[in-house]
């Protein structure tokens, strides 16, 4: 049995997705387009990186060969002669969204079956009786932006007007999200976050899927900048997930990062912050060395997403991939007998693509650890298979949703 190691790559899809026409992505391939760019020279970066994209220790888990089994090729300039001493699979999203609550939950064995409410791509996104009620039950002299956008252009164009005038940022984007930034000082972090539950409260009869508190710091456009305090207020999954059921067993669930916000913090047994993907791969080696038989440590790494992929910063993404795949050997040494690792992800967010939303993808299925047997488990119909291969690993029931790919 041992333990279950989930490292969460967010937004690293491998393309290959049969219904990204569906979401406008039809063509989308978060590894694919980062490698097919480095290998021209597009992923270079003076001071940062340069040359093709690099990843021997990902790749000999069979990260290149779970990309073909999404899309039917071999990423531009990776090496895929090498046979892989992992357990590896692509897996295919069923939940109708492709957003952060949607892809965790199915890897956790709970796919969202249901429709997410979504705010239009507006110049007015949010409904005036909404931010009515909102201005009036947190005493706020009004609201700015209320509109799509990226946070860190949201920011420099309002941060400063939010500063003098006292009215917090409001902002949306093609995710079911409700985004609130405010100044840590000027503002209050503390009032921020009472502010995110009153509109929690409120949103909810529009099914919107998390508001998420985004504070800033620096007095200028010149020095914005965001800070790690940042708070997700989710709903709840629509069945317990397998972090409910290992905990119902009397088993650990440690969550690295963000893990306990995306799951509103049902099915966490000790949540670890940390700021920054070194900063996390630090806290989830911590944690390696905390956790007992039959505990889940679940991290996300949420650089990948957060700076580059919703950035469209090839170069960034493809240092963060690399330094990432350098750390790996540290996790393998802190392992024990029949420990099971699984690499994943929950969505992606090519960093080539139009505009700065997630793209609908298939993911990969990493696995290693003493017990595991190296080949292919194909490809997954399901993120829920992920869930059900951990339940199965470390004896839990099994869920409603998916089947081991062990």
Known sequence: MARAIILLLDSFGIGGAPDAADFGDAGADTLGHIAEQCAVGLGDREGLRSGPLTLPNLTSLGLVQA???????????????????????????????KDTPSGHWEIAGVPVSFEWGYFPDEAESFPADLLAQIIERADLPGSLANCHASGTRVIAEFGAEHIESGKPIFYTSADSVFQIAAHEEHFGLERLYRLCE???????PLNIGRVIARPFVGETPANFERTANRRDYSVLPPE????????????????????????????????????????????????LDYAGDGNIIFTNFVDFDM????RRDVPGYAAALEAFD??????????????LVVITADHGCDPTWRGNDHTRERVPVLCFGSGVTAGSAGVRETFADIGEGIAAHLGLDPGPHGRSFL
């Open 67 to 97: 990309a073909r089994l999404a899309t039917g090729r071999i990423p531009t300039g990776m090496d895929g002669q090498t046979r892989p001493i992992g357990r590896y699979a692509c897996a295919t999203e069923i939940s109708r969204g």
């Open 326 to 339: 350098g750390r790996l050997p540290e996790i393998a040494r802190k392992l024990k007998q029949n420990d």
């Open 198 to 204: 009153i509109v929690r409260e409120l949103v909810d």
């Open 240 to 287: 317990p997930t397998l972090l409910d059921r290992a905990c119902k067993a009397g088993r650990l669930v440690i969550a690295v990062g963000k893990i306990s916000d995306i799951f509103a913090h049902r099915g966490i047994s000790e949540l670890r912050k940390a700021d920054g993907n070194m900063a996390l791969f630090n806290a989830t080696l911590d944690a």
């Open 307 to 310: 700076l580059y992929g919703h």
